[in-house]
Structure formats: structure tokens, C-alpha cells
């Protein structure tokens, strides 16, 4: 796991295998490795990595205009796949060669469409206690967990912790318990030999 740290550069961060986690002032983002995560240039993050190879693209920011200032998890194809693969026989203290110029140059004109594409693998996070204490149980008991039990913990009706919750998180609790499930699911999936239908159970499907 890093620090939280950002780059003066944009970055586009690959796992060829398994997934990794980023995380910024909003949210955690599930990278499986299907997809790839764009890190806007200056944008305060940290990312955790367990035994999986991975790679990152650095882009100056006048190769791509990027108004957002949020990361967000795209779509890796096939030809994309290959060209971060290929990238990776320049490492960032090569020097630049004309090869390595046309290279990225292309590279970044194709990346500028591709990183419109957003796929939601997000998990919102809260700076509120009362919230941490939900999140907390939910994932704990994810298989069984209801709304009931989690009222129960945190001391509040229904209605006061759906609408607390949807405030600080942006989604419903619902909504969170569905997306914790897949997210759970796909590390698993990832980087376990379990069974799916254990899985299935585990996250509560």
C-alpha cells in the first residue's frame, strides 16, 4: 500500500493479473484486471497492490486535456491491453527516442476517447463515524446482514439511517451492500481458488 500521494503527470494504472485497489478523497475503486484505472495529473491517492503484476503509463498533461479532476476505472481492450504491454519497454528514466515519441504520442490520442468510458466499481466512503460503524458491520456480516440488523448497531430508526446514509455516501444502503458484494466477489474471484458458489455465499448471493 502507498501513501497518499499524487503525480504532476496523468496515469494509467494496469494489473495484468488479479486486481488492485485505488482509493481518493471520495471513494475506493475495484480494478480487476479487465480494466484499468485513470489518475488524473495531480490528484490525491493511494493504491494497495498484493502479489499482482502491474504497470503504470505516465502522460504529461499536454498530451491529453482532462478537465475532471476524479479517478475513475475504464474499459481495457484488446488493442489497449497490447499497447500498455508494449509501452512497458520504456521505462519512465529511458531516455526518449523517436520510436518512444510516435509511440506515446499515438498512445495518448487513442486515450484520450478511451478513458470517457467509465465503468462504476466504486465503493463511496464517509468521514462520519456513525457511517464507518455501518460500513463496518455491513461488510463483516455480508452474507446475512439486513437493514434491521444494521439499525439495530448503529441505534437508529429506518428512516433516520436511510436518510444519513444516502446523505453522506450518496447511494442508498442498499445500493452499497450490492455493490460490496460484487467488489468482494471480484477479489475473490481474483486472487482465490474458492469455489464460486462458496463466494456466492460468502458475499451473500
Known amino acids: ?30 480494478v480487476p484486471h479487465q480494466f484499468a484505472a485513470w489518475i488524473p495529473a495531480r490528484s490525491i491517492h493511494r493504491t ?33 491491453r497490447e499497447m500498455i504491454m508494449h509501452a512497458m519497454r520504456w521505462p519512465i528514466s529511458s531516455a526518449e527516442d523517436e520510436n518512444s515519441v510516435a509511440y506515446f504520442d499515438c498512445f495518448a490520442r487513442l486515450c484520450s476517447e478511451w478513458i470517457t ?36 448497531v448503529a441505534g437508529m430508526s429506518e428512516r433516520s439511517l436511510r436518510r444519513h446514509f444516502l446523505k453522506a455516501m450518496g447511494i442508498s444502503w442498499e445500493d452499497f451492500r450490492l455493490r460490496l458484494r460484487i467488489y468482494l466477489a471480484i477479489d475473490k474471484l481474483d486472487n ?11 458475499v451473500g448471493y
Request: charged share 20%.
Open 48 to 80: 494497495a497492490i498484493q502479489n499482482v503484476r502491474s504497470g503504470s503509463i505516465f502522460f504529461s498533461v499536454d498530451m491529453i486535456e482532462w478537465p475532471v479532476n476524479n479517478l475513475r476505472v475504464i474499459p481495457v481492450s484488446n488493442l489497449m
Open 192 to 202: 482465490t481458488k474458492i469455489p464460486i458458489g462458496e463466494i456466492a455465499a460468502d
Open 117 to 152: 468510458h467509465e465503468v462504476t466499481l466504486v465503493l463511496p466512503s464517509s468521514d462520519d463515524n456513525r457511517i464507518n460503524t455501518i460500513i463496518n458491520f455491513t461488510r463483516t456480516n455480508l452474507a446475512s446482514v439486513t437493514l434491521r440488523d444494521v439499525c439495530n
Open 1 to 30: 500500500e502507498t501513501p497518499w500521494h499524487f503525480h504532476d503527470l496523468h496515469q494509467l494504472m494496469y494489473a495484468f493479473e488479479g486486481s488492485v485497489e485505488v482509493e481518493d478523497h471520495a471513494a475506493r475503486y475495484k
